[in-house]
C-alpha cells in the first residue's frame, strides 16, 4: 500500500511556473516507479512525464518535452514535475502514481499503474 499526495497546482499565466509535488507513505517509494498524468475536462487521462526506480530514467509527452521535468527525492518520499513555459492547453487535474516495475522503462499507458493520488488542478489563463 502507497498513499499519495499531491499538492503545487493553482491559476497561473501563460509562461509561467509551477512545480508539483507527489509526497508518498507506506511502502518504500524507491521501490516503484512514478509518472505524472493529467485529464482535462471531458478527456481521457493521458502521459506527461515518468521516471523509473532511480530517476535515472525519464520520457515525456511530445507536448511538455522541453518544458517539464520530472524527478524524485527517494530520501524524502517525494516525486516532483517542474513545469515551465506554462500554456492553457496544459489547463488539467494533475495526478501522480506510481508502479512496481523493477527493470524497464515505466509505461506510459495509465492503466498498469498500482496507486494514485487524488490529483491537483493546474489552470493556465491566457
Known amino acids: 500500500q502507497v498513499q499519495l499526495v499531491e499538492s503545487g497546482g493553482g491559476l497561473v499565466q501563460a509562461g509561467g511556473s509551477l512545480r508539483l509535488s507527489c509526497a508518498a507513505s507506506g511502502r518504500t517509494f524507491s521501490n516503484y516507479a512514478m509518472g505524472w498524468f493529467r485529464q482535462a475536462p471531458g478527456k481521457e487521462r493521458e502521459f506527461v512525464a515518468t521516471c523509473n526506480m532511480s530517476g535515472y530514467s525519464t520520457a515525456y509527452a511530445d507536448s511538455v518535452k522541453g518544458r517539464f521535468t520530472i524527478s524524485r527525492d527517494n530520501a524524502k518520499n517525494t516525486g516532483y514535475l517542474q513545469m515551465n513555459s506554462l500554456k492553457p492547453e496544459d489547463t488539467a487535474i494533475y495526478y501522480c502514481?506510481?508502479?512496481?516495475?523493477?527493470?524497464?522503462?515505466?509505461?506510459?499507458?495509465?492503466?498498469?499503474?498500482?496507486?494514485w493520488g487524488q490529483g491537483t488542478q493546474v489552470t493556465v489563463s491566457s
Open positions: 502514481a506510481v508502479l512496481f516495475k523493477p527493470y524497464g522503462a515505466p509505461p506510459h499507458n495509465p492503466d498498469p499503474y498500482d496507486y
